[in-house]
């Protein structure tokens, strides 16, 4: 498993914690645990490989950052989403700047560019072209404003 693909079933986690409520802790564990995660690689090439330790400490990072952080990810996605009212956001869309906003404050070894690229990888692979556009532009703006702000 790459880290593109541990950042894939990040979102999935984080994505279905909307519908659930539940805990990090125990989203993770249960949708990690073998026999659940078995299942899954039938449905999904994303499952095939189980991923290491390094990246489920990944994994739990960003899942539970997100889940600690969301108001204030929201309140990113609202200030640079001009003219879109944050409800009309598909949630998956929403779960995807939430981790890339979350990457790009909160995780060192994630460059910006990458948090970026990826962001607008999976809003297209899941959401279409248009919608990685959009995304590109919320995370550029974004990602542009932490800049000057730290100069």
Known sequence: MTRSDARELAVH???GREFTGEEP???IAARLEKEYYSLLAGESALY???PSRQQIRYIDG???GVANRIDDLNNVIRQYSIGW???RISKLTR???Q???FEIQF???VPTGVAIAEAVRLAKLYDGDDTGAFVNGILGSFARNLEAEEK
């Open 62 to 64: 960003v899942v539970s």
């Open 95 to 97: 779960t995807i700047l």
């Open 13 to 15: 986690l984080i994505y």
């Open 85 to 87: 009212d944050v409800s």
């Open 107 to 109: 995780v060192d070894d």
């Open 99 to 101: 981790l890339a906003i």
């Open 25 to 27: 802790d125990k989203i």
């Open 48 to 50: 095939a490989d189980r």
